[in-house]
């Protein structure tokens, strides 16, 4: 049974009101209120755990009442229930919703994730390096290595979630971080591309042609759309399903990290087709992600919002 535990700052005088909200929510469970037994701020303690599927309505309501302005509202995942009561309950009344995503913590997320701190634009230009060194010998797990250590994908989600809700300054933010970030990477890519072609460090491989790593990188193509577009899905289906991991971290980053090498070795090898390809397949598949990204957010919450007027309406029309 998913559930979250809500621990609430409540003003004595939305008190009332916030009780009767969460009395009449059937999904509501473990209700308890302690009166001032709170200080900075001031306040009543509300506690209960509600079932995530009615969760987005009942923090909707607490919101509009105001406590997150004069109190707190704090969201703690539970991670294991042993509640008969709450599995009768949510059979019965939420059905397919029982597994609806609590968009205020998909939300929270995404905006940890898009905070732009010094590590941010050191993981990117490490990245970088690592990929140039995959690109240079034609190693697949360095590659993936990149992948691994590239941050990038927080920047995108928050400048999905910024277009999603029309918040100029998350837009303008997260493409700053991405613009600043992805030069500073290739900066210092390029600085040690240089480096390696100066002291004559490439393999021989590469330095006859071969580089299959590279032609795939840099060869934007039908291929490239479909892979930036399922990874655009899957990284915010997968925020939303509370599925992330190192690995979906790697398939998102499939499409940015190693092009933004590819860029940097390109240019200090004297590649410049291939330096220009790279570079559209960068801005081709960010963009990709961004606009994919931002569809399914909105896809998922207008399916949700759909599942719970169907579950609504069915309800009403049994109790009618």
Same mark, same amino acid.
């Given at each position: 049974?998913?559930?979250?535990?809500?621990?609430?700052?409540?003003?004595?005088?939305?008190?009332?009101?916030?009780?009767?909200?969460? *009395?009449?929510?059937?999904?509501? %469970? $473990?209700?308890?209120?302690?009166?001032?037994?709170?200080?900075?701020?001031? @306040?009543?303690?509300?506690?209960?755990?509600?079932?995530?599927?009615?969760?987005?309505?009942?923090?909707?309501?607490?919101? !509009?009442?105001?406590?997150?302005?004069?109190? #707190?509202?704090?969201?703690?995942?539970?991670? *294991?229930?042993?509640?008969?009561?709450?599995?009768?309950? @949510?059979?019965?009344?939420?059905?397919?919703?029982?597994?609806?995503?609590?968009?205020?913590?998909?939300?929270?997320?995404?905006?940890?994730?898009?905070? &732009?701190?010094?590590?941010? &634009? %050191?993981?990117?230009?490490?990245?970088?390096?690592?990929?140039?060194?995959?690109?240079? *010998? $034609? #190693? +697949?797990?360095?590659?993936?290595?990149?992948?691994?250590?590239?941050?990038? &994908?927080?920047?995108?989600?928050?400048?999905?979630?910024?277009?999603?809700?029309?918040?100029?300054?998350?837009?303008?933010?997260?493409?700053?971080?991405?613009?600043?970030?992805?030069? %500073?990477?290739?900066?210092?890519?390029?600085?040690?591309?240089?480096?390696?072609?100066? =002291?004559?460090?490439?393999?021989?491989?590469?330095?006859?042609? %071969?580089?299959?790593?590279?032609?795939?990188?840099?060869?934007?193509? =039908?291929?490239?759309?479909?892979?930036?577009?399922?990874?655009?899905?899957? @990284?915010?289906?997968?925020?939303?399903?509370?599925?992330?991991?190192?690995?979906? @971290?790697? =398939?998102?980053?499939?499409? *940015?990290?190693?092009?933004?090498? !590819?860029?940097?070795?390109?240019?200090?090898?004297?590649?410049?087709? +291939?330096?220009?390809?790279?570079?559209? +397949?960068?801005?081709?598949?960010?963009?990709?992600?961004?606009?994919?990204?931002?569809?399914?957010?909105?896809? +998922?919450?207008?399916?949700?919002?759909?599942?719970?007027?169907?579950?609504?309406?069915?309800?009403?029309?049994?109790?009618?």
């Amino acid at each position: 049974m998913d559930m979250i535990h809500v621990r609430a700052v409540c003003p004595p005088d939305l008190t009332q009101r916030t009780m009767a909200l969460l *009395t009449a929510e059937p999904c509501v %469970l $473990n209700l308890h209120l302690q009166v001032g037994g709170v200080r900075n701020p001031d @306040g009543d303690a509300i506690e209960c755990d509600i079932l995530t599927g009615a969760a987005n309505e009942v923090l909707r309501g607490l919101r !509009d009442l105001g406590i997150e302005h004069r109190g #707190s509202i704090v969201l703690d995942p539970v991670d *294991t229930v042993f509640s008969e009561r709450a599995d009768k309950v @949510g059979a019965e009344v939420l059905g397919a919703r029982l597994r609806a995503p609590v968009w205020e913590q998909v939300e929270a997320r995404i905006r940890a994730e898009g905070r &732009y701190s010094p590590s941010f &634009y %050191l993981f990117l230009a490490i990245a970088g390096v690592i990929g140039a060194v995959g690109i240079l *010998t $034609n #190693s +697949q797990i360095l590659i993936v290595a990149a992948m691994v250590v590239g941050p990038e &994908y927080g920047a995108i989600t928050s400048v999905a979630l910024g277009i999603d809700r029309r918040s100029r300054p998350r837009i303008r933010k997260g493409l700053t971080a991405l613009l600043v970030g992805f030069l %500073l990477a290739i900066a210092a890519t390029l600085l040690f591309a240089l480096l390696v072609r100066g =002291f004559g460090l490439q393999p021989p491989a590469f330095e006859l042609g %071969l580089r299959p790593v590279s032609h795939l990188i840099d060869t934007p193509d =039908f291929y490239s759309v479909v892979v930036a577009v399922l990874a655009g899905i899957v @990284g915010i289906v997968s925020l939303a399903e509370e599925r992330t991991s190192a690995l979906l @971290g790697v =398939f998102i980053s499939v499409t *940015t990290i190693p092009a933004g090498a !590819d860029i940097a070795v390109s240019l200090a090898f004297g590649s410049w087709d +291939q330096a220009w390809g790279s570079l559209l +397949q960068l801005l081709l598949n960010i963009v990709l992600l961004i606009a994919v990204g931002t569809g399914t957010l909105k896809c +998922q919450r207008a399916i949700w919002r759909r599942v719970s007027e169907r579950r609504r309406e069915h309800a009403v029309r049994r109790t009618a």
